[in-house]
C-alpha cells in the first residue's frame, strides 16, 4: 500500500521519511522545478529563508524542545541540522544549501520513495494522501483543498494578533470585566489614562514594519486592518476602534474613565494564553515588544507570539482534523506542515513526523501515537485540532500550550527545564512502548 505525500518541504520530507523507515513506499510530488511559488529559488528539497531559521536550541525554549523531540523520532531535519551547522550561540543555524541538499540526496536515493516532479491539482479522498503544501499552496491545488474541506474552511491570509502569558501580566494593573456587565468578565482590560495612550500612541504609529513581500500584496489588510495602519488614520480611531473604553467599569475605582482600554482575551482553554484583541499587526518583532510593552500591565509580557501578517493557507483545523493530523471527514487523508495552522519551520517538520508515524501506523494496523499534552510535539496538534477553539489562529511551539507542572516552580529556567525533561521520558516511553506493539 503506498502513500502519496504531496510537497517536498520540511513537513513532507519528514512524513515520507518516517513512512519509508516503516518500509511503506511513498510518492512524493513536488512541483518544482517545473513551477516555482514565489518564495521558492532552489530546486532542492526542505528550501530555507535564512541560516537562523531554525530558532533556539536550548530545551529551556519551547522550539528547542521540540527539536530535541523529533531526534527521538529519527527525524531528517535534525539530521541535516547536524551535518550542516554553522556557529550562532543560543540558536540553530545551519548552511542553508547544505542543508536542503542534503535532505534531497537522502530523499532522492531512497529505495521507498519516488519523487514525482508534477504538480498536483486534484485530490482523492480514496487514496492514502498527505498534504503537505505549505503557507503558499497554489491555486488549482487550493480549490481541489477547498472541495474536501469546505468552502468556509480554507483561509489565504494570516493575520494573527500578538500572544502573552496569563502569568507575565501585571495583575495590579489590569482588571476583568465584561463591557457593560454584560456576560461573564473574561477579558482582562488594561486601562489607559490620556498621557499613557498618547505615548502608546505616538510609539505606534513611528514603529519600524516588515517589509511586505511581493506575493503579500493589500489584499491582506482588506479584511483585518494591522493596528498601525488604524492608528495612522487619526489618533482617536483607535479609542473607537479596539481599544474602545466605553462600558468598561474598572471594580478597582468604580469607574469606566479611561481614555483607551487594551483588551485580552483568553486563547487557550487552559487560561495560560492571551491574545492582544484587535492587534493584528506588520510591525517587526522587536518593534512590537518595543511598542506593546508600553500597555499598562504588560511592561513585563512574555510574548508567546508576535503577530504576523502574511499570505498564508491554512485549513480550519479545529473543524478538520483530529489530534492525528487525520481528517476526519475523510480518514485515509492527514495534513502536516504550516497548511494546519503550526506555526515555523520546526512545528511544521514535526508535524510531518507526527502525520507520517501515523499514516505508517494506521496501514500497519497498529496503535497510533496518542498526542500528550506534556509534550510539545503532541500538544501542537492538540492546539490546532481543539474544537473549541472558534477563534482559530496559527500557532508557534511555546510553553504555554505544554501542560504545566503539579509544583510552582518561580524560576521560570528551571521550570521549564522540568517540563522539557518531563516531555523527553514521556517520548521515549511512548516510542519504547509502540516498540514493543509492532
Not at 40 to 52: D, I, K, Q, R, Y
Not at 153 to 176: M, N, Q, R
Not at 261 to 279: A, C, H, I, P, S
Request: proline content about 4%; overall charge neutral; charged content about 25%.
Amino acid at each position: 500500500m503506498k502513500v502519496k505525500v504531496i510537497g517536498a518541504g520540511l513537513a513532507g520530507c519528514e512524513a515520507a521519511w518516517q513512512l519509508s523507515k516503516r518500509n511503506i513506499p511513498v510518492e512524493l510530488y513536488e512541483m518544482k522545478p517545473k513551477k516555482f511559488s514565489p518564495a521558492h529559488t532552489s530546486e532542492n528539497f526542505a528550501e530555507l529563508v535564512c541560516s537562523n531559521s531554525l530558532k533556539a536550541d536550548r530545551i529551556e525554549n519551547a522550539c528547542g524542545l521540540l527539536k530535541e523531540e523529533m531526534r527521538l523520532f529519527g527525524s531528517l531535519m535534525m539530521e541535516a541540522a547536524d551535518i550542516s551547522r554553522v556557529p550562532a550561540g543560543g540558536a540553530l543555524a545551519v548552511d542553508r544549501e547544505i542543508f536542503s541538499k542534503y535532505i534531497t540526496d537522502k530523499i532522492k536515493s531512497n529505495p521507498l520513495i519516488t519523487v514525482i516532479n508534477d504538480e498536483v491539482t486534484d485530490i482523492d479522498s480514496g487514496e492514502y494522501t498527505i498534504i503537505a503544501t505549505g503557507p503558499l499552496t497554489s491555486q488549482t491545488l487550493s480549490e481541489s483543498i477547498k472541495e474536501i474541506t469546505g468552502g468556509d474552511s480554507l483561509y489565504f491570509y494570516d493575520a494573527a494578533a500578538p500572544v502573552v502569558t496569563e502569568e507575565s501580566i501585571d495583575k495590579g494593573k489590569v482588571f476583568k470585566a465584561a463591557r457593560y456587565n454584560k456576560g461573564t468578565a473574561d477579558y482582562i482590560n488594561c486601562p489607559m489614562t490620556k498621557e499613557e495612550y498618547t505615548e502608546f500612541y505616538n510609539a505606534l504609529v513611528s514603529a519600524e514594519t516588515a517589509p511586505v513581500k511581493e506575493f503579500e500584496n493589500s489584499k491582506v489588510f482588506e479584511g483585518c486592518m494591522p493596528v498601525e495602519v488604524m492608528a495612522k488614520r487619526g489618533f482617536e480611531t483607535l479609542t473607537f476602534g479596539p481599544l474602545k473604553p466605553v462600558g468598561l467599569v474598572n471594580p478597582k475605582t468604580g469607574k469606566d474613565d479611561s481614555y483607551a482600554v487594551v483588551q485580552l482575551r483568553q486563547d487557550n482553554k487552559e487560561g495560560t494564553l492571551y491574545n492582544l484583541v484587535g492587534f493584528q499587526t506588520n510591525l517587526k518583532w522587536g518593534e512590537q515588544k518595543r511598542v506593546f510593552s508600553m500597555i499598562p500591565g504588560l511592561h513585563d509580557a512574555e510574548f508567546m507570539r508576535y503577530g504576523v501578517m502574511h499570505r498564508n493557507t491554512y485549513i480550519n483545523s479545529p473543524k478538520l482534523l483530529d489530534k492525528y493530523y487525520r481528517m476526519k471527514k475523510y480518514p485515509k487523508i492527514f495534513f502536516a506542515g504550516q497548511i494546519t495552522g503550526v506555526e515555523g519551520y520546526v512545528e511544521s517538520a514535526s508535524s510531518g513526523i507526527v502525520a507520517g508515524f501515523n499514516m505508517a501506523r494506521m496501514l500497519m494496523g497498529k496503535e497510533m501515537l496518542d498526542a500528550d499534552a506534556k509534550t510539545c510535539i503532541g500538544a501542537l496538534p492538540l492546539y490546532i485540532s481543539n474544537g473549541a477553539n472558534t477563534n482559530f489562529q496559527p500557532m508557534n511551539a511555546n510553553f504555554g500550550i505544554i501542560e504545566g507542572l503539579n509544583e510552582k516552580i518561580r524560576n521560570k529556567a528551571e521550570r521549564y527545564n522540568k517540563i522539557a525533561l518531563r516531555a523527553l521520558d514521556i517520548i521515549k516511553k511512548q516510542l519504547n512502548y509502540m516498540e514493543e506493539l509492532t
